[in-house]
T-cell receptor, first 112, second 113 residues
Framework: SAVISQKPSRDICQRGTSLTIQCQVD?????MFWYRQQPGQSLTLIAT?????????ESGFVIDKFPISRPNLTFSTLTVSNMSPEDSSIYLC?????????FGPGTRLTVL | GENVEQHPSTLSVQEGDSAVIKCTYS??????FPWYKQELGKRPQLIID?????GEKKDQRIAVTLNKTAKHFSLHITETQPEDSAVYFC????????????FGTGTRLQVTL
């Protein structure tokens, strides 16, 4: 299965600040996905990151709040901007490997 | 967009018994249905998936059934063991692949001795 790493693994941030989360994959992939898992909740797709084009955002998520970069086929970043306590969640990146979605270890974000 | 409902939210079974988790979906275009297991503090791990061209798939103690007409699919775990205790999520996708998955709300399974 794909080896996916994320940095940081966790962080505690003050409201109003921004945090950039990195996702590194062990091989080239066309699409990378960013999900959010709020405390005790399910996973919700934030956006799809394609190399060489703008990310595609799902309903309820906007680029100003969650800007995404995809500089190459093995790396992506998600920034959580102007954070509030409601942004406290686990953020997971995901790629498709052999037709199946594989998830990174997640970044646990706490906003005070 | 797609909406996936999952029941029950919690399930407690005795070791050795069977567990069944059910999901319904709304979009008839959905054609890929994976199930994930998430242990506390860990990432979701795929345990089984099914595509809409089959009605049932089995892998050792785990099986998934799909009823496209009724738009529902179920996870069956037989001979449950304590290590099966986790949160299970169903999901649906409409691209024939695992991209853009819509997840159910999750079922917390507790297997007691």
């Amino acid at each position: 299965s794909a080896v996916i790493s994320q940095k940081p693994s966790r962080d505690i941030c003050q409201r109003g600040t921004s945090l950039t989360i990195q996702c590194q994959v062990d091989s080239q992939v066309t699409m990378m996905f960013w999900y959010r898992q709020q405390p005790g909740q399910s996973l919700t797709l934030i956006a799809t990151a394609n190399q060489g084009s703008e990310a595609t955002y799902e309903s309820g998520f906007v680029i100003d709040k969650f800007p995404i970069s995809r500089p190459n086929l093995t790396f992506s970043t998600l920034t959580v901007s102007n954070m509030s306590p409601e942004d406290s969640s686990i953020y997971l990146c995901s790629v498709i490997r052999l037709g199946q979605a594989v998830f990174g270890p997640g970044t646990r974000l706490t906003v005070l | 967009g797609e909406n996936v409902e999952q029941h029950p939210s919690t399930l407690s079974v005795q070791e050795g018994d069977s567990a069944v988790i059910k999901c319904t979906y709304s979009d008839s275009a959905s054609n890929y249905f994976p199930w994930y297991k998430q242990e506390l503090g860990k990432r979701p791990q795929l345990i089984i998936d099914i595509r809409s061209n089959v009605g049932e798939k089995k892998d050792q103690r785990i099986a998934v059934t799909l009823n496209k007409t009724a738009k529902h699919f179920s996870l069956h775990i037989t001979e449950t063991q304590p290590e099966d205790s986790a949160v299970y999520f169903c999901a649906a996708g409409d691209t024939g692949t695992a991209s853009k998955l819509t997840f159910g709300t999750g079922t917390r399974l507790q297997v007691t001795l």
